[in-house]
């Protein structure tokens, strides 16, 4: 039986596409690392828990077949931003996240610095929590 899952799972790996837009990201390339680790000695992989692992497997292929894609159909391929989904896909591609970070990143130290309390601000704050009277 675990030989069985384990060939359900390399299917499964062989026909899940790879974003390789989203490095280190990718759902794909996640699944295919865990399934390498789950299943260490290939069909000789003993399953502990055989019921858990059959429900991932249902979960995985459901989400594979687009299964919630069809059964809850969206009236327009877009959201509230008006995007396509080939602009989202640009826009969290892992080259565009890093370009946005580097962006950010000036604009993310001064919110820090402006709102950040201060070392000795802290320690003011401590001391007053820890100087109450308890009741």
Avoid at 14 to 40: H, I, S
Wanted: proline share 5%; charged share 35%.
């Amino acid at each position: 039986m675990a030989a069985l899952r384990y060939r359900r799972f390399l299917k499964l790996c062989e026909e899940w596409p790879v974003d390789e837009t989203k490095r280190g990201r990718d759902l794909g390339a996640y699944l295919r690392k865990r399934v390498a680790q789950a299943f260490r000695e290939g069909e000789n992989t003993q399953v502990a828990e055989p019921e858990a692992c059959d429900q991932m497997y249902e979960s995985l292929a459901r989400l594979h077949s687009n299964y919630y894609k069809h059964k809850y159909p969206r009236p327009r391929d877009t959201s509230f931003s008006g995007l396509s989904v080939e602009e989202y896909k640009v826009i969290l591609s892992t080259d565009t996240m890093e370009e946005f970070q580097e962006l950010d990143k000036s604009v993310w130290k001064k919110l820090q610095e402006k709102f950040a309390p201060r070392p000795e601000e802290k320690h003011k704050a401590w001391a007053r929590v820890l100087s109450r009277p308890r009741t």
